[in-house]
């Protein structure tokens, strides 16, 4: 099924664990990004990339590490979970220098 | 660096009334701006987008937004909301960052509430 996927959905961790996020776009759009959703902040920015092997950070970018071999796939990875990043992760991607970005459904990540 | 206000963090309004949503933004180009709704447990969708031109554009749902250079503003507006539109509201701008990339800052949003 064509599209952003995101998974798991819903996730829920302990302080310390390592936990990767997945983001799949059939649409081999060059960009895509990760925002995490948070109340009374909207969404920020954690890391964006324009292409394969291109990456960079956005506003929120500390405890996360992204990459990106494939077009494809942008796998988000927490590398020491901690309580601070429980919040909804959204993945989204885009095919244009400037122009609508196509939001994934979410994960929601719970770090205990 | 650039920043979008949206100064209403709740709305309520009756099925059938008229809403306008509020939307500020500091930005020192030309903006491009986006307004994003996210219904319950829901990604986001595109209402609608200004990149240039006429400054009042026209969104998916019956919905409009006006840009205004002057008030640095990009309201939005719909004259006879559902209760299917029940969600929450986002505004952003697109700003330049590398690699001629553009990137998205968004507002907190706006939680629009229906009542019959």
């Known amino acids: 099924d064509a599209g952003i996927t995101q998974s798991p959905r819903y996730k829920i961790t302990e302080t310390g664990r390592q936990v990767t996020l997945m983001c799949h776009q059939t649409?081999?759009?060059?960009?895509m990004f990760w925002y995490r959703q948070d109340l009374g902040h909207g969404l920020r920015l954690i890391y964006y990339?324009?292409?394969?092997?291109?990456?960079d950070k956005g506003e929120v970018p500390d405890g996360y590490v992204v990459s990106r071999s494939k077009t494809e796939n942008f796998p988000l990875t927490l590398e020491s979970a901690t309580r601070s990043q429980t919040s909804v992760y959204f993945c989204?991607?885009?095919?244009?220098?400037?122009?609508?970005?196509?939001f994934g459904p979410g994960t929601r990540l719970t770090v205990l | 660096a650039q920043s979008v206000t949206q100064p209403d963090i709740h709305i309520t309004v009756s099925e059938g009334a008229s809403l306008e949503l509020r939307c500020n933004y500091s930005?020192?180009?030309?903006?491009?701006l986006f307004w994003y709704v996210q219904s319950p447990g829901q990604g986001l969708q595109l209402l609608l987008k200004y990149f240039s031109g006429d400054t009042l554009v026209q969104g998916i749902k019956g919905f409009e937004a006006e840009f205004k250079r002057s008030q640095s503003s990009f309201n939005l507006r719909k004259p006879s909301v559902h209760w299917s539109d029940a969600a929450e509201y986002f505004c952003a701008v697109g700003a330049l960052v590398h690699f001629g990339n553009e990137k998205l800052t968004f507002g907190t949003g706006t939680r629009l509430t229906i009542i019959p």
């Open positions: 930005y020192g180009a030309t903006p491009y």
């Open positions: 989204a991607s885009k095919t244009r220098r400037r122009g609508e970005q196509f």
């Open positions: 990339s324009a292409a394969a092997d291109i990456t």
């Open positions: 649409w081999s759009h060059s960009y």
